[in-house]
């Protein structure tokens, strides 16, 4: 069975490092209901100073909520450059549909387009575990994102009622690059189902990067509610802002 390598650098660059002090000076963040369906979703919005269109992303969060930690990389990505707003999805129920979530992710589109520093022409779209899920089955529906990175994903996960379809079924209609960051002790979305994930996205030729980290449990971003200081926390930090730079353009 084909598997890609391990991607295992020791060399933690000094950018990397720099991730777990960032300036949050030039960077606002505030809390933002965010109305969808009659209803106001709390949310978070960070963004840089400055009145020149930036680009924008689009968070979602994972199954355990919008935690501390998410707010906090919000405000990093502000600092890096990118009007962000993480979307409380869970505000109302713990499982939503998806119909639920991606309508919620219309009306965030929505606030973006009114701010006069988005440039809507540069947006992005991430998510954390559930929320990996949704950027795998929402990129390939939704042309307003120009990319993508899903962490943590679930890509066979649905054939519900609310949950009918699973990322992996959408794959055809894909047509922005998606980064996939996983860790290779990932219980909950075991790495051999990225791995034949992975293994159709190259057989229908579609643009991906997939960032296996050796080791790397599920949920990596946040330990206790808060970014990790772990390496692969911190370099899949990296590795989005990266590959938002080299796509939101």
């Known amino acids: 069975m084909w598997r890609p390598p391990l991607m295992l650098n020791l060399k933690i660059s000094a950018a990397v490092l720099a991730l777990t002090a960032f300036s949050l000076a030039g960077a606002a963040g505030q809390n933002l209901d965010v109305m969808s369906g009659g209803k106001a979703y709390q949310s978070y919005l960070s963004a840089p100073e400055g009145t020149q269109k930036k680009p924008a992303v689009i968070l979602i969060h994972s199954f355990n909520g919008l935690e501390q930690g998410y707010k906090d990389l919000t405000d990093e990505m502000a600092a890096a450059?990118?009007?962000?707003?993480?979307?409380?999805w869970q505000t109302f129920e713990k499982q939503p549909s998806d119909d639920t979530v991606k309508a919620l992710i219309e009306d965030g589109l929505k606030v973006m387009a009114g701010r006069s520093d988005v440039d809507?022409?540069?947006?992005?779209?991430?998510?954390?575990?559930?929320?990996?899920?949704?950027?795998?089955?929402?990129?390939?529906?939704?042309?307003?994102?120009?990319?993508?990175?899903?962490?943590y994903g679930f890509p066979d996960m649905g054939g519900t009622a609310t949950q009918p379809?699973?990322?992996?079924?959408?794959?055809?209609?894909?047509?922005?690059?998606?980064?996939?960051?996983?860790?290779?002790?990932?219980?909950?979305?075991?790495?051999?189902?990225?791995?034949?994930?992975?293994?159709?996205?190259?057989?229908?030729?579609?643009?991906?990067?997939?960032?296996?980290?050796?080791?790397a449990p599920h949920g990596f971003l946040l330990k206790?509610?808060?970014?990790?200081?772990?390496?692969?926390?911190?370099?899949?930090?990296?590795?989005?802002?990266?590959?938002?730079?080299?796509?939101?353009?």
């Open 81 to 88: 450059g990118y009007v962000t707003l993480a979307l409380g």
């Open 120 to 151: 809507m022409n540069r947006v992005g779209l991430t998510g954390f575990c559930a929320g990996g899920r949704y950027t795998m089955l929402f990129l390939p529906q939704m042309p307003q994102f120009k990319s993508g990175v899903a962490w």
């Open 165 to 215: 379809k699973t990322p992996a079924e959408l794959i055809g209609q894909l047509e922005r690059p998606l980064l996939i960051l996983h860790g290779s002790k990932d219980q909950p979305s075991p790495v051999a189902s990225i791995y034949e994930y992975a293994k159709k996205l190259d057989a229908a030729g579609k643009n991906f990067k997939l960032v296996v980290y050796q080791g």
């Open 224 to 249: 206790d509610s808060k970014i990790d200081d772990s390496y692969s926390s911190k370099d899949g930090r990296r590795a989005m802002l990266n590959y938002f730079s080299d796509t939101l353009k």
